[in-house]
Each structure stands twice: as structure tokens, then as C-alpha cells.
């Protein structure tokens, strides 16, 4: 079983086409998964898509589809539990596609909005939907929730501060370096 | 010395590396049909089988790239392409995927593929 990510843009590009197209002739094992948060850099879906679902040109293409709330953690697993069970069962590709809000520029850690390529309401809007938010109301009220919330905090933010350090004391690679690997060997 | 015309050499070529080695595998626009590629391909499907010869849809750059993928994982494919027309669509694949592999993990992968085209008829 083999699970592939992508987002909306992806739909516009012939080989994505291509791909569904020969994932459901030979049955692959395969879960598509699309990841709709209505961008493509700074171009919202609506000026580079009719108005027609993702996943409906996917049914069309001959794949078993889901559409959900990507901001919903459980609806996910669930979605998620079922595809991948299907696709290895035997029952060919699967698709699935969440809608979801991009929290952060295009590319990289920082905000963007200063750029008014979407309305400030639309940003409160999709915050209020934070998947990691609307999962924390809903385990509030479970036995212990503060001890392990606390933490499982903590070890996400440990093993964060040991990616960044391991990375700062890393040494630069040599310029040297630079040519090896471009070619094989035979 | 044996003479032999382009054609006849590069079907004993694949013959004789598909007997050598049960990875390769040779993928198509028309691999298996009765022209066989102007007979390029003749005679494989009928030793080897459909799980190694097999025809392909009109994706040629979606096609490459899970050639790509396949030699990634340990097959040895042959994708051919019968019109250099059809060809250049799997550049994109090539350039973009293919040739950045080994690269990206280090020499720890390489992406054994081979791409044959035709000019003319070869």
C-alpha cells in the first residue's frame, strides 16, 4: 500500500491525470490523498478551477473517493483507516481529500497575510478550525487530560529542540562536496 | 562477422538481458502489438509474458515517472517510446526526477532506467 500527498494545484497538472488514470486500470494499492487549502502560492482554486469537486473528477477517473473536514483528526483516521484497508484488500486505488487551512506562507515558517491575498475574515475563519484545537475541547473533558497532555507537550517540543540542535551543530558540507553524487557509478 | 541490421541487434539485446535478468522488464506504446516496435520488440511477449511486457496508456511523462519509481524499487525497466515526438514528454521525469535521485539521498539510490526512442525508424 503506498500513500501519496498532494494539494489542490496538483489537480491541474496533466501527470496527476495520468497517474489516477493508471493506478485504476492495473488496481493499484495506492491512497491518493489531497490536501485542499484553496491556494496555489497565491492564487485561490476558483481562478484556476471550474466549479466542480476534486474528488468527483477522481470518481471519474474509476477511484473509490472520500471528501471530509481536514481539520477533523478523528474523521480523518477514520477516512484515513478505511482507504488504506480497502487498498489492501484488493479493492484499487483510493482517493481521499480533505479541505484544510494553510496556516503559513507558501513556503517557509512565517506569515504572509500582510500580503492580502485573502481577507483578514477568512484567516479568523480558518483559525477558529484548528485541527489541533477542536481535538484538545473534545479530549478536555477525558480522565487525565492535563497530565498527558502536559506530557505529550513536552516529548513533541523535546524531540523539536533536538531536530533544530542536531541540525545548528551539523558542519556545513565542504564545497567539495558539492559534485559527488551527481553521476552513478556504473 | 555477423551482420546484423539495428532492429535485430536491439531485440537480442533485450532478449538476452530479460534472460539474464528476471527485473527487466520492457514497457510500451505498442511493445506488445503485432508491429512490435518495427520488431524491435518481437517475440517478448511470447517468452516472457505479461507480468514483464506490457503495453502502457498515451501518459507518457506519468509513464516515466513510475519507471522511475519501479527502478527504485528493484525492477530493471526498458520504456520505450516509438515516436520522439511522444519522447520528449518524458524529460520532464527525466530531468526534474530521475537524474536527482542519487543526489538527493546521498549515493544511496540510483534509478536504473533505460529509455529507448526512435528517430525516423531506427
Avoid at chain 1, 484488493?90 to 504572509?112: I, K, T, Y
Avoid at chain 2, 502489438?33 to 496508456?57: W, Y
Wanted: hydrophobic letters at 40%.
Amino acid at each position: 500500500m503506498f500513500p501519496l500527498f498532494f494539494g489542490d494545484g496538483c489537480f491541474e497538472e496533466g501527470v496527476t491525470h495520468e497517474s489516477l488514470n493508471f493506478a485504476a486500470l492495473h488496481r493499484l494499492p495506492v491512497v491518493f490523498i489531497c490536501e485542499n487549502n484553496n491556494y496555489s502560492v497565491y492564487t485561490s482554486l476558483s481562478e484556476r478551477q471550474p466549479n466542480r469537486s476534486i474528488h468527483g473528477i477522481a470518481a471519474a477517473h474509476g477511484l473509490t473517493t472520500f471528501s471530509g473536514d481536514g481539520n477533523d483528526v478523528e474523521a480523518v483516521t477514520r477516512a484515513a483507516e478505511n482507504a488504506v484497508e480497502f487498498a489492501r484488500s484488493g479493492a484499487g486505488p483510493q482517493f481521499l481529500e480533505f479541505s484544510v487551512f494553510r496556516w503559513r506562507e507558501h513556503c517557509g515558517p512565517n506569515f504572509d497575510d500582510h500580503l492580502t491575498y485573502r481577507t483578514p475574515e477568512n484567516v479568523v475563519e480558518g483559525q477558529k478550525r484548528c485541527p489541533i484545537q477542536l481535538a484538545l475541547s473534545k479530549l478536555a473533558e477525558s480522565k487525565n487530560f492535563d497530565d498527558q497532555n502536559s506530557r505529550i507537550v513536552r516529548a513533541i517540543k523535546q524531540e523539536i529542540d533536538d531536530a533544530f540542535r542536531f541540525a545548528i551543530e551539523s558542519p556545513i558540507p565542504a564545497v567539495g562536496e558539492l559534485g559527488k553524487f551527481v553521476f552513478a557509478e556504473a | 562477422m555477423t551482420v546484423r541490421t539495428y532492429i535485430e541487434a536491439t531485440n537480442q539485446a533485450l532478449k538476452q538481458a530479460m534472460r539474464s535478468d528476471s527485473n527487466v522488464v520492457v514497457i510500451g506504446e505498442g511493445v506488445p502489438d503485432p508491429k512490435a516496435i518495427f520488431g524491435s520488440t518481437a517475440g517478448l511477449m511470447d517468452e516472457f509474458g505479461p507480468q514483464r511486457v506490457f503495453d502502457m496508456p498515451l501518459s507518457e511523462n506519468g509513464m516515466t515517472g513510475i519507471c522511475v519509481g519501479a527502478a527504485l524499487t528493484g525492477l530493471r525497466p526498458v520504456l520505450v517510446h516509438q515516436r520522439i515526438d511522444f519522447a520528449l514528454l518524458s524529460l520532464d521525469q527525466l530531468v526534474n526526477i530521475a537524474a536527482k535521485w542519487h543526489y538527493m539521498f546521498n549515493g544511496q539510490a540510483t534509478v536504473p532506467l533505460v529509455v529507448r526512442t526512435i528517430i525516423g525508424r531506427g
